[in-house]
């Protein structure tokens, strides 16, 4: 198993651009979740998903779009980037019961 | 409401004396417990985590946590430091509510002088 893959590990874009970051997962989890990593502020949700075709706003959505259109897969859009929006971004996969949460490697992401 | 408090952003130790980093959580339901760390320019590994059964939980590289009910406390320490234990260390709550989230700790920086 590969586990939860994220790419691309490093992005800079200029503000107003958009991009997609990709996150998958080969644990056939249903929940799949997106965090930004700030300094001195944890991680925060941002977008989260219970299962193919179904998702929910997180702590910090502006700015976000997600879909899931299979299990696998659970890709976190950046509409049009501000330099709010530099971070690191985590996604993460778990089981049912949410007691075993998976993270991936990270995309540490620059808007200039 | 629910929330999770890591009480020192830094910690130092010198190399082979204990560690000890903190963390309170407020919640009205049973949450289960995790601690991650998070090496420099890496993502997070789970260190060890409780869900409802041994209150003291054994983790990963000689570390372990004690789940204090009555002081909503879940404590991380480790008898002796080594330097590669340099990391950031996060304490993550969840909750039982039926919502898919994790509630982060701000994050303990670990320092181990040599």
């Known amino acids: 198993n590969a586990g939860v893959t994220q790419t691309p590990k490093f992005q800079v874009l200029k503000t107003g651009q958009s991009m997609?970051?990709?996150?998958?997962?080969?644990?056939?989890?249903?929940?799949?979740?997106?965090?930004?990593?700030?300094?001195?502020?944890?991680?925060?949700?941002?977008?989260?998903?219970?299962?193919?075709?179904?998702t929910d706003q997180g702590e910090v959505p502006n700015g976000y779009n997600v879909s899931r259109s299979t299990t696998e897969d659970?890709?976190?859009?950046?509409?049009?980037?501000?330099?709010?929006?530099?971070?690191?971004?985590?996604?993460?996969?778990?089981?049912?019961?949410?007691?075993?949460?998976?993270?991936?490697p990270g995309t540490r992401l620059t808007v200039l | 409401a629910q929330s999770v408090t890591q009480l020192d952003s830094h910690v130092s130790v010198s190399e082979g004396t204990p560690v000890l980093l903190r963390c309170n959580y407020s919640s009205s339901y049973s949450p289960?417990?995790?601690?991650?760390?998070?090496?420099?320019?890496?993502?997070?590994?789970?260190?060890?985590?409780y869900t409802s059964a041994a209150t003291l939980v054994k983790g990963i590289n000689g570390f372990e946590a004690e789940f204090k009910k009555s002081e909503t406390s879940f404590h991380l320490t480790k008898p002796s430091?080594?330097?590669?234990?340099?990391?950031?260390?996060?304490?993550?709550?969840?909750?039982?509510?039926?919502?898919?989230?994790?509630?982060f700790g701000t994050g303990t920086r670990l320092t181990v002088i040599p």
Request: with cysteine.
């Open chain 2, 81 to 103: 430091a080594h330097m590669s234990d340099a990391a950031e260390y996060f304490c993550v709550v969840t909750f039982q509510t039926g919502a898919n989230n994790l509630f």
């Open chain 1, 20 to 54: 997609t970051l990709q996150c998958a997962q080969d644990m056939n989890h249903e929940y799949m979740s997106w965090y930004r990593q700030d300094p001195g502020m944890g991680l925060r949700l941002i977008h989260y998903s219970v299962g193919a075709g179904i």
């Open chain 2, 32 to 49: 289960s417990l995790f601690w991650y760390v998070q090496h420099p320019n890496k993502g997070l590994q789970l260190l060890l985590k």
């Open chain 1, 74 to 104: 659970f890709p976190l859009r950046l509409l049009s980037a501000a330099p709010s929006q530099t971070s690191v971004y985590f996604c993460a996969s778990s089981t049912r019961d949410l007691k075993t949460r998976f993270f991936g």
